[in-house]
């Protein structure tokens, strides 16, 4: 490695030791924020060819409407709990999981993935 690559390493992880640490109240408040502020599922796809449903975030547009009314945290968490599971039954979770973390970090939010298990 180049010694300026090295220095930027050290840079990091200097600034990540100095952070606080998080107190379990703020991690709770961290991860209620999580699933309050998660984006819509949608992945910005948009091609209907599966019964219904998209190529690229298995939704209908039926649960695309049905997502955005979702109020707490446990039905949104629930929602994208059952459409894991689906992307996963239908070989879809690793490029759906990789567009959606990418949604999130371009919006400034946690990502909701991080929270649920998914290996992707």
Do not use: H
């Not at 600034?15 to 998660?38: G, H, Y």
């Amino acid at each position: 490695m180049t010694s300026s690559i090295v220095r930027q390493m050290f840079q990091i992880a200097r600034r990540i030791a100095r952070r606080p640490s998080l107190t379990d109240r703020d991690r709770q408040s961290r991860m209620t924020k999580t699933w309050k502020n998660a984006p819509s599922p949608c992945i910005d796809v948009c091609k209907f060819k599966r019964k219904g449903r998209c190529i690229g975030c298995s939704m209908s547009r039926e649960d695309k409407a049905s997502f955005k009314r979702l109020d707490s945290k446990e039905d949104k968490k629930a929602f994208l709990t059952a459409l894991v599971e689906r992307l996963r039954e239908q070989g879809g979770l690793p490029f759906w999981a990789t567009a959606y973390r990418r949604k999130c970090e371009k919006q400034g939010v946690p990502c909701p993935l991080d929270k649920l298990t998914v290996d992707a």
